[in-house]
């Protein structure tokens, strides 16, 4: 299974950027797919995330500027960012909890998309 995310790059303070992260692989059911980011010196916190049945969790620092949406296949997860700020400047990470064609459960990670903002 593979998670690609991009979308990343530089803004503005105030700006809006949208990431997406796109799943392709032997996915029976996903169960969450979720954003993380990670700033220079800092653990890696949650972004977002969206389960199976659409409830949707957000980090505090994001709570009303960002959201969390997915494509009708459910293969593909966004993150509209709106109202950037300099705090938000990581390396944004896609994460999927799923099944595979095995039934196996797994969790995958996309590789990271870097979002700067300037301020």
């Known amino acids: 299974v593979q998670l690609q995310a991009f979308g990343g790059g530089l803004v503005q303070a105030g700006g809006s950027l949208r990431l997406s992260c796109a799943a392709s692989?032997?996915?029976?059911?996903?169960?969450?797919m979720r954003w993380y980011r990670q700033a220079p010196g800092q653990q890696r916190e949650l972004v977002a995330s969206l389960s199976r049945g659409g409830s949707t969790v957000y980090g505090d620092s994001v709570k009303g500027r960002f959201t969390i949406s997915r494509d009708n296949a459910g293969k593909t997860v966004y993150l509209q960012m709106n109202s950037l700020k300099s705090e938000d400047t990581a390396v944004y990470y896609c994460?999927?909890?799923?099944?595979?064609?095995?039934?196996?459960?797994?969790?995958?990670w996309g590789q990271g998309t870097q979002v700067t903002v300037s301020s």
């Open positions: 994460n999927m909890v799923y099944m595979d064609t095995y039934r196996s459960p797994r969790v995958d």
């Open positions: 692989g032997s996915i029976f059911s996903i169960n969450y």
